[in-house]
């Protein structure tokens, strides 16, 4: 669970927001509104721990999926590759993966074979706890209809 107890945020005499206390459940999705300059970005960067604040405490899970704050970063990606961005050893281990398998079927040594069948567990593990019909039509690059 992620947490924050009497969260204060301050910029020299400006307040951004005061004794703010919450928190966020596993396996959940959470959004975070309000006008520019409400201190949205600063309250996602104290949550990723990016800057501390300035009274106050912040628990954080040890796994913690963030996607960043930049609307032209992921023009180039499906929109499923950039969720899966959010989760950085997932992410990082399809990439590897689809590597090796770009390989020449000859060229693939006994070590890649063990790296590919090492990568497939640690991307099959996040498809696990998805319904299903998610995880088919994630490894089948369709649309999920009943995501949680």
Not at 109 to 136: F, H, Y
Request: charged share 25%.
């Amino acid at each position: 669970m992620l947490s924050l107890n009497n969260v204060t945020m301050r910029y020299g005499a400006r307040l951004l927001f005061e004794d703010v206390t919450c928190s966020f459940l596993e396996g959940r999705r959470y959004a975070i509104t309000g006008p520019n300059g409400a201190g949205k970005t600063t309250l996602m960067k104290i949550l990723e721990g990016d800057i501390e604040p300035t009274k106050g405490s912040v628990s954080r899970p040890k796994k913690l999926g963030i996607l960043r704050q930049d609307q032209f970063a992921f023009d180039e990606f499906r929109v499923i590759d950039t969720v899966i961005m959010g989760n950085s050893p997932l992410w990082k281990a399809l990439q590897e993966r689809d590597v090796l398998y770009a390989k020449p079927h000859e060229q693939l040594t006994n070590k890649d074979g063990m790296r590919l069948g090492e990568l497939e567990g640690i991307v099959a593990t996040p498809l696990m706890r998805m319904p299903r019909s998610c995880s088919t039509a994630w490894a089948s690059n369709r649309r999920c209809t009943n995501a949680r």
